[in-house]
């Protein structure tokens, strides 16, 4: 890692990689990614979707400042694996619309949301291709996306959920 005599950069990139997490992790996304879990739980505590959404859009903007920045200070590659901060910023989104939020239902959800990440079908591997920071998030918000379809999906079927 460079050396960073920026407090600035310093900052960004412990959180970007929430909380170094993403720099000592074998399996940084994964594993950082956990950090997306209470994160999600807290935004599901607003109640409303329009509140829940507004959150997630403000954690995603701050998100893309926090990513951009991070990966100057980390050298300047496009998405440095340490860099944890779109898998924790994106995890909320998963979980929109569900109703049974029971052990269940969060395990899926983050599964899901880490198979699509991983597999980043399309629009994911083309919007990573976007600049700096959106680059970083974007294709999270789309493997997200696809999570919450199917994380719903799920849950209308009644597979996961108390009888």
Request: proline fraction near 6%.
């Amino acid at each position: 890692m460079p050396y960073m005599s920026n407090f600035g950069d310093r900052t960004s990139v412990w959180l970007a990689t929430g909380g170094g997490v993403g720099l000592v992790s074998p399996a940084p996304g994964t594993v950082g990614g956990l950090w997306g879990l209470p994160l999600a739980w807290a935004i599901g505590l607003l109640g409303s979707t329009p509140a829940q959404c507004l959150a997630i859009a403000i954690v995603g903007l701050v998100g893309v400042a926090l990513c951009s920045r991070a990966a100057r200070a980390l050298g300047g590659s496009k998405d440095p694996q340490a860099i944890v901060m779109d898998e924790i910023a994106a995890l909320p989104i998963v979980y929109l619309g569900v109703a049974e939020k029971n052990a269940a239902m969060w395990v899926a959800g983050w599964m899901l949301f880490r198979l699509f990440d991983i597999t980043k079908p399309s629009p994911a591997r083309d919007v990573e291709r976007l600049p700096g920071g959106w680059g970083i998030m974007a294709d999270d918000w789309v493997a997200a996306l696809y999570a919450c379809l199917a994380l719903n999906l799920v849950e209308w079927s009644g597979f996961l959920t108390a009888a």
